[in-house]
């Protein structure tokens, strides 16, 4: 099993809403990445873990709220959004330990639009 | 402040010739640099890559090119295909500090 799956595929919620977007592998890798991509913009890096453990959190609000629950899942955890967060969130995995040169492998991404 | 820069937003080629696709990056610290080719609805899938120790890569009909002085790298498809039709983005690290960037894309159209 090569491939990366993000669940679900398009979410629309407000602002006041609770929601999670879930990333599941079966590669064995041991890094999963978050990244959040506006349109006509490239991917940008939001969150990484390693080995379970967050190792980098490039200053994202705290409405966002990661979760590593095991080697193949990975959480995000949405509160309080704003409209400005309607975006592309693209999730990826690698082999290694989540050092930013290794090869990531990504997922289809969940379209999220806040209302 | 784009750190990666794909000044060409698209490109059109006709089959079998050549597509060169030209990445910008402005940090000196980045010492590793990826390829990554993007269809629609899907997410960004792995072309291949190059370490600054390095000038030249080349994995079958896809060579990268850095030039480390002019902070420029370059992805040469030859020959390219209908389905190499996609955006292309660059990306670029750094291990020190753990960067990463994408850069801003180029949707290349391979015509039949």
């Known amino acids: 099993d090569t491939e990366v799956t993000q669940t679900p595929k398009h979410l629309v919620m407000g602002m006041t809403n609770k929601k999670s977007l879930k990333c599941e592998q079966h590669?064995?890798?041991?890094?999963m990445y978050w990244y959040k991509q506006k349109a006509k913009k490239p991917p940008e890096l939001m969150f990484v873990?390693?080995?379970?453990?967050?190792?980098i959190n490039e200053s994202v609000p705290s409405r966002f709220s990661p979760e590593c629950p095991n080697s193949s899942l990975l959480n995000l955890h949405l509160h309080a959004l704003q409209p400005e967060d309607s975006a592309l969130y693209l999730c990826?995995?690698?082999?290694?330990?989540?050092?930013?040169?290794?090869?990531?492998?990504f997922g289809p991404g969940t379209r999220l639009t806040v209302l | 402040d784009q750190q990666v820069k794909q000044n060409s937003p698209s490109l059109s080629v006709q089959e079998g010739r050549i597509s060169i696709l030209n990445c910008d990056y402005t940090?000196?610290?980045?010492?590793?640099f990826l390829w990554y080719k993007k269809y629609p609805a899907e997410g960004p899938t792995f072309l291949i890559s190059?370490?600054?120790?390095?000038d030249k890569n080349e994995d079958g009909r896809f060579t990268v090119f850095l030039n480390k002085s002019a902070k420029h790298l370059s992805l040469h498809i030859v020959p390219s295909q209908p389905g190499d039709s996609a955006v292309y983005f660059c990306?670029?690290?750094?291990?020190?500090?753990?960067?990463?960037?994408f850069g801003t894309g180029t949707s290349l159209t391979v015509i039949p």
């Open positions: 990826a995995s690698s082999q290694g330990q989540g050092k930013v040169t290794d090869t990531q492998y």
């Open positions: 590669m064995g890798h041991r890094a």
């Open positions: 873990y390693s080995y379970e453990k967050l190792s």
């Open positions: 940090n000196s610290m980045f010492d590793y």
């Open positions: 190059i370490s600054s120790i390095k």
């Open positions: 990306a670029a690290s750094a291990l020190a500090g753990n960067q990463f960037y």
